[in-house]
């Protein structure tokens, strides 16, 4: 009885694994266009730190905390 639950036991991780991934795939394919970057590996965090340090290189000034 064992040995047969074990396989499918087994195979639930990746199948969960795959599911979250899918979604995840579906919820930057919402955002939009213009934050590909996003998808690529940044949390949305450091994609915001990473815009506004574009912004301040181009010579715009950018204080978050204003």
């Known amino acids: 009885m064992a040995n047969s639950a074990d ?3 087994a195979s639930l991780p990746s199948i969960t694994n795959h599911r ?3 979604l ?4 930057w ?3 939009g266009s213009d ?3 996003c998808s690529s ?3 949305e965090q ?3 730190r990473s815009s506004l340090e ?3 290189n181009q010579g715009e000034i950018v204080d978050a905390r204003s």
């Open 7 to 9: 396989p499918s036991a």
């Open 41 to 43: 590996g940044l949390t």
């Open 24 to 27: 995840h795939r579906a919820q």
């Open 46 to 48: 450091e994609s915001i």
């Open 35 to 37: 934050q590909i970057r």
């Open 20 to 22: 979250a991934l899918t």
């Open 54 to 56: 574009q912004n301040r």
């Open 29 to 31: 394919e919402q955002i």
